[in-house]
């Protein structure tokens, strides 16, 4: 089985999930969502599988957040989803799929329940 996760090398957390799921001789698909980030329709199909929202998916400290006014609460989920695509850090990470599922490895062991 492959694990797939959405990695950002300069987050400690993703380093350390990365890290786990290596140490248990998980085989991983390593995506830098930076340099690759997951279109609409993939945005979509985590949220799917990690049962969250649009909102609840992105990180409200990053500039981006507030410079492109992601704080007005009437903003529809497509609109937010764009907005992730197109900047991709505002991604909570890392996300990682494995066995139809998804979790955030926050903490790093959050990914164990999928495997």
Not at 24 to 33: A, F, L, S
Not at 40 to 67: C, H, I, W
Request: proline letters at 8%.
């Amino acid at each position: 089985m492959t694990v797939c996760i959405y990695h950002n090398n300069r987050c400690s957390k993703s380093r350390a999930t990365l890290e786990l799921l290596e140490s248990r001789g998980e085989v991983c698909q390593v995506v830098n969502y930076l340099e690759t980030p997951p279109s609409s329709a993939e945005l979509v199909q985590l949220l799917d599988m990690l049962g969250l929202t649009p909102r609840e998916l992105m990180r409200k400290n990053e500039p981006e957040y507030t410079e492109l006014g992601l704080d007005d609460p009437t903003l529809d989920d497509t609109t937010l989803v764009a907005a992730m695509a197109s900047h991709p850090r505002l991604i909570e990470r890392p996300i990682v799929v494995a066995n139809g599922k998804a979790a955030i490895g926050r903490p790093p062991e959050a990914v164990l329940s999928i495997l």
